[in-house]
């Protein structure tokens, strides 16, 4: 009787000790120049659409072709957080710009993050201990040339 009340008094110990585990989930802001960067694009991004972030000028817009919104990850293990991040936004640059030429745009405007931050120079990304992801929504156009 007295082993029985041990091992259920232990049990009741390790449960108590026990904490939920949280996953990380950092939010990482990074410059969108450093991923336009040709040097850095060149292979998944043509120049055949320009992007346009909340709050740049863009030329006159000839035709409003819809607004659209892309959602990626990518595997983050032994990588730096602004690796992962800078790799999957331009897979979602990537994904933006598929759909852009499906639609005869030749650009995305007003691009922000899919959540709530909206900036002209940089964009949001959310890492964890073994993804990253990117969420960004924009309009598709037609642009009168520079």
């Known amino acids: 009787m007295r082993s029985i009340l041990l091992i259920g008094?232990?049990?009741?110990?390790?449960?108590a000790a026990i904490t939920p585990a949280h996953a990380r989930d950092t939010t990482v802001r990074l410059d969108v120049s450093e991923v336009l960067d040709p040097s850095y694009?060149?292979?998944s991004l043509d120049g055949s659409v320009r992007f346009y972030?909340?709050?740049?000028?863009?030329?006159?817009?000839?035709?409003?072709?819809?607004?659209?919104?892309?959602?990626?990850?990518?595997?983050?293990?032994?990588?730096?957080?602004a690796q992962a991040c800078r790799w999957v936004m331009l897979t979602a640059l990537a994904a933006?710009?598929?759909?852009?030429?499906?639609?005869?745009a030749n650009a995305v405007v007003d691009i922000t993050s899919a959540h709530t931050f909206r900036s002209p120079t940089q964009f949001e990304c959310h890492a964890g201990g073994i993804m990253a992801g990117v969420s960004l929504k924009g309009r598709y156009a037609k642009l009168a040339d520079r």
């Open 96 to 104: 933006l710009q598929a759909e852009a030429k499906s639609r005869g």
């Open 9 to 15: 008094f232990a049990a009741v110990a390790t449960l």
């Open 53 to 81: 972030f909340a709050g740049q000028p863009t030329p006159v817009v000839l035709s409003d072709l819809g607004r659209g919104r892309t959602s990626r990850k990518t595997n983050a293990v032994g990588k730096s957080d």
């Open 41 to 43: 694009s060149r292979d």
